[in-house]
């Protein structure tokens, strides 16, 4: 699975971002994705994720602010933070694997995108 994760920019606290994270394979469906974020100097952390089943799991951190979704027809997963904060500058991660014990960790996935900057000023 290679995975392209767009839609990063830069925002005004308060504001809103969609991220998106296209897949490439015929399996999509089979896969749980996840996303992260890595600000700098900081350890890359768990954001959010989606099963295969559309089962959800969001860090505490995002209080509501965030809402994963995928669309398989269209090999995408998709982020969408409102409310930004300042502290959600960081570079975003969309990630893919078949397994589902280890979705809160990096070391959980298999596949990477590129990761997306996102950039919220205050």
């Given at each position: 699975?290679?995975l392209?994760?767009?839609?990063g920019?830069?925002?005004?606290?308060?504001g809103s971002?969609?991220?998106?994270c296209?897949?490439?394979?015929?399996?999509?469906?089979?896969?749980?994705l996840?996303?992260f974020?890595?600000?700098?100097?900081?350890?890359?952390?768990?954001?959010?994720?989606?099963?295969?089943?559309g089962?959800?799991?969001?860090?505490?951190?995002?209080?509501g602010?965030?809402?994963?979704?995928?669309?398989?027809?269209?090999?995408?997963?998709?982020?969408?933070?409102?409310?930004?904060?300042p502290?959600?500058?960081?570079?975003?991660?969309?990630?893919?694997?078949?397994?589902?014990?280890?979705?809160?960790?990096?070391l959980?996935?298999?596949?990477?995108?590129?990761?997306?900057?996102?950039?919220v000023?205050?």
């Open positions: 699975v290679q392209q994760a767009s839609g920019g830069m925002v005004q606290a308060g971002l969609r991220l998106s296209a897949a490439s394979g015929r399996t999509f469906g089979d896969y749980n996840g996303w974020r890595q600000a700098p100097g900081k350890e890359r952390e768990f954001v959010s994720a989606i099963k295969w089943n089962v959800t799991y969001y860090a505490d951190f995002r209080k602010r965030f809402t994963i979704s995928r669309d398989n027809a269209k090999n995408t997963v998709y982020l969408q933070m409102n409310a930004m904060k502290e959600d500058t960081a570079v975003y991660y969309c990630a893919a694997t078949r397994e589902y014990d280890s979705l809160f960790q990096v959980g996935y298999d596949y990477w995108g590129q990761g997306t900057q996102v950039t000023s205050s």
